[in-house]
């Protein structure tokens, strides 16, 4: 299983960016998709998931009404759209990929199984 994270880069505040994460190698549509970030200095967070086995959503508070989490079962791909962004979102993002993620867990960075390189969000203001 490999997942490949893609789409960062330096941003002005209130930009916006893709932010994409393909999957090989797995059965794609039955896995739940997260991701996450790190930021220097500061521990691993949540930031948004995508739970395959009712479709829902789930996002961390701060970035609610301005990243949305998607995929393209076609194209093996997640992805996650962020808009208005802002310093505080300056990090290295992480795609994730979870078999057995259930609601409890979708925060939960040790329920994931597989994980991508990250890709660098830098956003100034």
């Known amino acids: 299983v490999q997942l490949q994270a893609s789409g960062g880069g330096l941003v002005q505040g209130g930009d916006s960016l893709r932010l994409s994460c393909a999957a090989s190698?797995?059965?794609?549509?039955?896995?739940?998709m997260g991701w996450f970030r790190q930021a220097p200095g500061k521990a691993r967070e949540f930031v948004a998931a995508f739970k395959w086995s009712d479709s829902s959503t789930h996002y961390t508070n701060s970035v609610k009404g301005r990243f949305t989490i998607s995929r393209d079962n076609a194209k093996n791909t997640w992805y996650l759209q962020m808009n208005s962004l802002k310093p505080e979102d300056t990090a290295v993002y992480y795609c994730a990929a979870g078999a057995r993620i259930i609601t409890s867990t979708v925060s939960n960075d040790r329920a994931y199984d597989y994980w991508g390189q990250g890709t660098l969000v830098t956003v100034s203001s």
């Open positions: 190698g797995m059965a794609f549509s039955r896995y739940s």
